[in-house]
């Protein structure tokens, strides 16, 4: 059984433009979480999508935005790069909205906005 | 800012040691868990602890929780090089709680 898939693996960018990051859960997870990774901190939550509605939303810009499809996979959009973007993204999915079994997580988009 | 601070920032031990990390939080949690990172890649989810736990086991890992200090530890005994990663501590806040809030991590280097 296939885990968490996440593409592209890397990207470079320039400021100013545009990215669409996507994301596979693991089959049968309904819930998908994004969260940004800088180097040498922590990830930071973006957002939670259960059951195709937004359920929660980090600290981010509104450059950031995001969706689940029926099939349950999602896409993280980021307008208007910045330099500041440049982050590894991770998409984490669960069976259920809350984290009380943990996260699989995939192995992340590495973007890099020059 | 970010709910867990790990300490130590990093450590590095000889291969079969054992190595011990810790983290605190600021407020009440539902759960922690701890989570592995090889080489900036996915996180992979080691163990999960309920705020009425105060022990739990996992093959040679070992955390414990007490929510008067605010704090956790996770042990690993015997190391091995491929134990060489960044540990996360991770909590969420209530019964089902959609988002995990991270700390900043701990680098341990397994010296063979």
């Known amino acids: 059984d296939a885990g968490v898939t996440q593409s592209p693996t890397h990207l470079i960018k320039t400021r100013g433009q545009h990215v669409t990051l996507r994301c596979s859960p693991i089959s049968g997870h309904k819930s998908v979480s994004w969260y940004q990774q800088v180097l040498g901190q922590g990830p930071q939550f973006i957002f939670q999508?259960?059951?195709?509605?937004?359920?929660g939303r980090g600290n981010f810009p509104d450059r950031f935005s995001a969706r689940q499809f029926p099939n349950y996979s999602s896409e993280l959009n980021v307008n208007a790069l910045l330099l500041g973007d440049s982050a590894l993204y991770l998409c984490?999915?669960?069976?259920?909205?809350?984290?009380?079994?943990?996260?699989?997580f995939g192995s992340g988009t590495r973007l890099t906005v020059v | 800012s970010q709910q867990g601070e790990e300490d130590p920032q990093a450590l590095s031990i000889q291969e079969g040691e054992n190595a011990t990390m810790n983290c605190s939080y600021k407020t009440s949690i539902n759960n922690l868990q701890w989570y592995r990172q090889n080489s900036g890649r996915g996180l992979v989810h080691l163990i999960l602890?309920?705020?009425?736990?105060r022990e739990k086991h996992s093959g040679r890992l070992r955390v414990t929780l007490d929510t008067s200090k605010k704090s956790s530890s996770l042990l690993i005994t015997a190391s091995r090089a491929a134990d060489t990663a960044s540990y996360f501590c991770a909590t969420d806040l209530l019964p089902n709680d959609y988002k995990l809030s991270f700390g900043a991590g701990t680098t341990v280097t397994v010296r063979a």
């Open positions: 602890i309920r705020s009425n736990e």
């Open positions: 984490a999915s669960s069976l259920v909205q809350g984290a009380v079994y943990g996260y699989t």
């Open positions: 999508y259960y059951e195709k509605e937004e359920r």
